[in-house]
């Protein structure tokens, strides 16, 4: 069996890493939730208050990237990899609302972007790796042996989403979660800096009527015949 490269983008909420994740521990894979990382480098930026009402101080933030180190463990109890900023575990923190408002800003600024490709290159460079992000097959990884554009209703991923903030316990509407969801889509379709686009070579995949295990079934047998 040869180690690849697997890509999976798309939009907000679409399951994607809870198929990454699958996938990965069927493959014995790494998994990287490439989006944990911006959300990260969101969440800095609101502890260093870089973001005030609506205002982000860009430049003081971008002279503050070198001060950044993100990390992942994997937790053994919960089975996944959860993510660290300068060694504090805040896989929590970078879930809320809060965060998915600020976080396509700040993943549209370029020399974010710069570092945090840079690291995602060098923890695929071993290959056996299940990335999931916006622009892993069309930046990141341009070479990977299979890459999934993965694609759902607004309704669906909104109310996937709007679900999972309920049972982790957060106050939230629907109408809040689905505004959410749209904007941040459009914020990372249109922004200059490698935009969300389904790679020329992607196999498109819209799961609005899949279950989880029909989803995982079918990134299976896609990696299964590449492998
Ligand atoms: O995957 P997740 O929804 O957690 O990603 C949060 C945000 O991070 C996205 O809406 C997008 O703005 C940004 N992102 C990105 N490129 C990636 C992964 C995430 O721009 N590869």
Do not use: C, W
């Not at 993965?150 to 509407?173: C, K």
């Amino acid at each position: 069996m040869t180690n690849i490269t697997i890509a999976i983008d798309g939009f907000s909420s679409t399951g994607k890493s809870t198929v990454a994740k699958l996938l990965a521990k069927a493959l014995g894979y790494i998994y990287v939730d490439s989006g944990a990382m911006y959300r990260a480098v969101t969440f800095y930026a609101m502890q260093h208050n870089f973001i005030e009402e609506n205002y982000l101080f860009e430049e003081a933030l971008v002279k503050s990237l070198d001060d950044i180190f993100i990390s992942f463990k994997h937790n053994e109890e919960l089975g996944f990899s959860e993510v660290f900023l300068n060694n504090v575990n805040i896989e929590k923190e970078i879930r809320t609302l809060e965060v998915s408002n600020f976080v396509s800003t700040i993943a549209a600024i370029p020399e974010v972007r710069r570092k945090l490709v840079i690291q995602q290159q060098d923890m695929g460079k071993a290959k056996g790796v299940v990335m999931d992000g916006r622009d892993i097959g069309t930046v990141v990884f341009p070479y990977a042996e299979l890459k999934i554009f993965m694609t759902a209703s607004a309704e669906t991923r909104a109310q996937r989403r709007f679900q999972e903030l309920i049972d982790r316990g957060d106050e939230v509407h629907f109408e809040e979660v689905l505004d959410n969801v749209i904007k941040r889509d459009y914020i990372d379709s249109t922004r200059e800096d490698s935009p969300l686009i389904q790679a020329e070579d992607a196999v498109l995949f819209n799961n609005s009527n899949f279950s989880i295990e029909e989803q995982f079934e079918k990134v299976l047998n896609l990696a299964k015949s590449i492998i």
